[in-house]
């Protein structure tokens, strides 16, 4: 049987990923995933792409309270109410315009000395706008496992493709053959649309952001490229009907 075997979230884009059992969907995905993220001086989007060891950080928000706080590896903690100061607007991948409000207060200095850069974190103005396109995506542990076969590998952990869902139980890629498809977790239905292009990213360790393995030149070696360029692994989603996803439930594509 298809089932949700892991969640994963973060509220600040780039940071350690928390695994909670459960999540209540909505249109915005997880309305806390990613509602934080952060820029360079010049404005542009800063994330683990560019500097992979942000995944050491730990960040928790209290979204009610709106309080902070952020974990770092040697054991200091920043924390504190989120006061908003100016707003920005930030180019996602040249995909999406995203607004939001400058943060005030001691993390983006603590962030800055933690990846040698000026750093600002911005708080997006519409919950889960700090996804890269859609709302959720997902990936089955077979594809990942067949990926850790191709590459001649003894595992790979799924971890470092930072989906929002993976799902057990599928033949490897079969979520590929959902797209335009809908696909009933738990309370949610979901609409799959296209393949997820990824980055190098992925190429990190998920636990301390070290590139240590090349996976998208095994992708690509086995799996081609999408138009040439693009090199997918695993598929997006949109929310049509929300409701709580547990660990455990049943993945079932209808119609």
Known sequence: MRAVSRLSVT???????????????????????????LVREDGRLFSGLQHGPLVRVRAEWDEEADCLSLSFPDGAVVAGEVRLGEPVHTDFWRRRDVPGRVVEGPWAEALSAHASRRLRLVKA???????DVEPVTLVSEESVGELARQARRDAVDGRRFRMLLEIAGCAPHEEDSWAGRRVRIGAVLLEVGGPVPRCA??????????RDFDTLREIAAYRGRRDGHDIDFGVYARVLEPGRIRLGDA????G
Request: overall charge negative; hydrophobic content about 35%.
């Open 11 to 37: 509220p600040v884009k780039g940071l350690a990923l928390h695994h909670p059992e459960q999540a209540t969907l909505d249109e915005h995905g997880v309305a806390a995933n990613r509602r934080f993220y």
């Open 125 to 131: 103005d519409v919950p889960g706008a700090g996804v």
């Open 201 to 210: 990213t992925t190429t990190r360790d998920p636990a301390t952001g070290v």
């Open 251 to 254: 993945v079932e594509p209808v």
